[in-house]
């Protein structure tokens, strides 16, 4: 009764709050765009960036949230091709003859605080580079190109340059690596990762394989019934919206339009001119210039239009009105009604009756009613929907009702585990062997868990290595975040694709660490990460459709102070100072090709932990493998490769307990 209590007040006081927030998104919205018009008058020069994003909000000149993507290519490394690739990239112009990508030529900096972008002199000659054939006097092999890529991402853009980098590193062996850097703010600038990356997109599935479908991607699951009953309703309005127009409308039926309208066709032809307006108003401002005058003109000419061509007008209401009031008009109505109620009822009651027994019958004896146009048909297809519709309304908001504590119970009052360290900025990486994406898979479906589960189970051994090598305590528990990024995000191009729908939201999780000196196996620990796993799927489907309406439209950082978001996620990131990132492939076993035709090895995404976050590990799903990544700060070198480099063995080892070898 008590946690009822504080479920139900907390719950009040987020409705009570609810006010405030619109209140606050309208006065945010009028006090930045008067912000952004002062400091624009004070710097004509530049052109300042209008929203704000956690990562903008997170970004600092010593922590920057800088994405690398590491490609492995097969052959003799090509520079003039990669440059030809970009020169066409950053001189590209969309149909209206403007440059597709501008910010690519243009320097990244901030005035009063705020992010802008200055034009200057652009050589693309500074943005790619070739590194040099040898690492500290030994050639770069697979033996030393992990500490070689580190070193390279360690290094901070220059400042005086649009933000984004290629490095191209040749090998002894018979592939080279390039490495790309982009800025986050890049990212929603327009420019898409697969936009940089000189590869030739996927379009098409190998037969026989089809994606697996990671359960961080549709927490909130899709109301069945209601859609449903939706589609249903929408069917039935649409079918007595085409009767009403093909009885009403005089463009459909001109012989209303040589008679003298009813009171009753009069008003039926208003509505169906007032619902052409408002469609052809909406197809039309779409077109127009977005001012009022001219979409009040717009409007008006419109109006006229349509009621012109309907005959709705005053003079037609007035006879309208005479024409029904007339004596023969209302001796027909009567002649009609008396048909109905003495002639047509009697005849037509005793064969109703009989079509419902019949259906009824049906629906006892068949489980199923073949007359849906019946009252028993509507009512046994109706009913149940309804009742599985209001079940699904319970369930929805009981998650709504839950939300705010789940928030602060297993949000924000978590406990802090591993910031031990003064984060320095700089980013140190490192990845691990691929482990077959087939031997995940079987070993998913013999334990009966998640893909997802069984390489988070593996991350956890290496963590709990992690401590062990440090000498740090190791924690029963690890709070961590998980998101997932489609293979889209990386790898996909065009207009139309924009990187934040390949984004899920994030879910928490109270990651169960293994002390490798007690007697608990990961087949054990993989049983308590699932419980925790669902648990968190469970209860957190709320802040998951949160963070990812944050992702694509900005709804917090909209309606919240951005000091306020900005002190949230910096707490927050002390108690979770550890991310995941799932980069599942729409294409599985599909091998990327270059653009002069080289094959693309594997593909190593890093997504930059920021603010107090100090690791951040990376799933990558590349053709037929699985390779994990981790991006960290610079402060947990040399030991930051244990992370990463006993994934393979403790996939191995859950294989072995399912009984694969």
């Known amino acids: 009764m008590l946690d009822f209590f504080v479920t139900l007040s907390l719950f009040n006081l987020t409705l009570v709050f609810l006010p405030c927030l619109v209140f606050s998104y309208f006065t945010l919205k009028i006090c930045h765009s008067i912000w952004i018009n002062s400091v624009s008058l004070l710097h004509p020069d530049i052109e300042f960036i209008n929203y704000s994003t956690v990562r903008i909000l997170l970004d600092t000149h010593r922590n920057q949230g800088i994405i690398s993507v590491l490609l492995a290519v097969r052959g003799k490394e090509n520079p003039e091709a990669i440059k030809r690739h970009l020169q066409e990239l950053v001189k590209r112009r969309d149909k209206s003859g403007n440059l597709a990508f501008p910010r690519l030529q243009q320097t990244l900096t901030t005035r009063c605080g705020t992010y802008a972008w200055q034009r200057g002199k652009f050589d693309l000659e500074q943005h790619i580079s070739t590194a040099k054939f040898t690492y500290k006097g030994r050639a770069v092999t697979e ?70 479908k990671s359960p961080i991607v549709d927490v909130l699951k899709k109301p069945e019934a209601i859609s449903s009953l939706k589609e249903k309703i929408t069917d039935e309005i649409s079918n007595f919206w085409n009767e009403f127009i093909s009885s009403y409308e005089p463009l459909e039926k001109p012989e209303l339009l040589k008679d003298t309208f009813t009171i009753t066709q009069f008003l039926a032809i208003t509505v169906i001119t007032i619902i052409s307006i408002i469609k052809e108003c909406r197809k039309g401002f779409r077109v127009i210039k977005p001012d009022i005058f001219s979409k009040a003109r717009y409007m008006f000419l419109t109006t006229m239009n349509e009621k ?70 509507v009512i046994y297809y109706y009913i149940p929907l309804i009742y599985s519709s209001l079940l699904e309304l319970m369930d929805m908001f009981k998650i709504i009702f839950l939300a705010p504590r789940t928030v602060i119970q297993d949000i924000l009052l978590q406990e802090e585990f591993l910031q031990t360290i003064t984060l320095c900025g700089r980013k140190a990486v490192a990845w691990s062997d691929p482990v077959r994406k087939d031997v995940i898979r079987n070993t998913a479906e013999k334990l009966g868990v998640s893909e997802t589960e069984i ?33 889209q995000y990386l790898f996909a191009t065009g207009p139309n694709i924009k990187p934040e729908d390949s984004v899920s939201g994030i879910i928490c999780l109270n990651l169960p660490i293994v002390d490798p000196h007690s007697d608990r196996t990961q087949l054990e620990n993989l049983k308590d990460l699932e419980v925790k796993f669902r648990n968190s799927i469970e209860t957190q489907s709320l802040s998951h459709l949160l963070t990812l309406l944050q992702t694509k439209f900005g709804i917090l950082t909209k309606v919240i102070p951005s000091t306020l978001v900005s002190v949230y996620l910096k707490y927050l990131s002390r108690k979770f100072a550890v991310t995941f990132t799932e980069v599942s492939n729409r294409y599985p076993n599909v091998t990327q090709r270059t653009l002069w035709g080289q094959e693309v090895i594997s593909a190593i995404y890093w997504r930059p932990p920021q603010a107090n976050t100090s690791i951040s590990l990376c799933i990558n799903e590349y053709a037929d493998h699985i390779r994990l990544g981790v991006m960290c ?7 930051h490769p244990i992370l990463v480099r006993g994934f393979p063995e403790f996939v191995k080892d859950l294989a072995e307990s399912a009984g694969f070898p």
């Open 308 to 377: 012109g061509k309907r005959g709705v007008t005053m003079a037609n209401f007035f006879w309208a009105i005479v024409k029904s009031l007339s004596p023969s008009n209302l001796l027909q109505v009567s002649l009609q009604n008396f048909w109905f109620l003495f002639v047509s009822i009697p005849i037509r009651l005793p064969i109703m009756l009989y079509g419902e027994s019949v259906a009824l019958y049906s629906c006892i004896t068949l489980k199923y009613c073949p007359y849906p146009r019946t009252f028993v048909g």
């Open 143 to 212: 033996f030393n190109i992990q500490e070689y890529v580190s070193e390279i991402i360690s290094k901070y853009l220059p400042a005086d340059q649009s933000p984004w980098q290629v490095t191209i590193i040749p090998t002894s062996e018979d592939c080279h690596y390039i490495l790309f850097k982009i800025h986050h703010i890049l990212l929603s600038e327009g420019v898409n990762v697969g936009d940089l990356l000189p590869l030739i997109p996927p379009t098409k599935q190998l037969s026989g394989s089809t994606p697996s």
């Open 633 to 639: 700060d610079a402060q947990l070198v040399p030991h």
């Open 455 to 487: 390489t988070l189970s593996a991350c956890t051994m290496t963590i709990s290595k992690y401590f062990g090598q440090i000498n740090d305590t190791i924690p029963t528990e690890l709070p961590v975040t998980i998101r997932n990024i489609n293979s």
